[in-house]
Nanobody, 125 residues
Framework: QVQLVESGGGLVQAGGSLRLSCAAS??????MAWFRQAPGKGREFVAA????????EYADSVKGRYTISRDNNKNTVYLQMSSLKPEDTAVYYC????????????????????WGQGTQVTVSS
């Protein structure tokens, strides 16, 4: 049984930092990602990382502030968030993708096969 379990969310002041973790069990995945959903909005792509950890992709809104990484020995992906803004407030979801063709778009949530339950991040102004 595949499970993705997120942790690390919470309340932080603007300008602060948080580190999210997502522990996967049951399978290992070539591609893992983070998405987020703000109140009243649809779920949006945040960042993705390939197995090697070298290839990463970020949404423009978080480039330079967020860093995605993974520890394959622990089957865990991380999202280090810095310089947080109130508009970063959302439920953050971990997602995992089974093996797909290399040109599969990582920013499309429909391409992901498994999802975590989400962790709330609230940034106060």
């Amino acid at each position: 049984q595949v499970q993705l379990v997120e942790s690390g969310g919470g309340l932080v002041q603007a300008g602060g930092s948080l580190r999210l973790s997502c522990a996967a069990s049951g399978l290992t995945f070539p591609t893992m990602a983070w998405f987020r959903q703000a109140p009243g909005k649809g779920r949006e792509f945040v960042a993705a990382i390939m197995w090697s950890g070298i290839i990463t992709e970020y949404a423009d809104s978080v480039k330079g502030r967020y860093t995605i990484s993974r520890d394959n020995n622990k089957n865990t992906v991380y999202l280090q968030m810095s310089s947080l803004k109130p508009e970063d407030t959302a439920v953050y979801y971990c997602a995992a993708m089974n093996s797909r063709p290399v040109n599969t778009r990582r920013m499309y949530e429909s391409n992901y096969d498994y999802w975590g339950q989400g962790t709330q991040v609230t940034v106060s102004s």
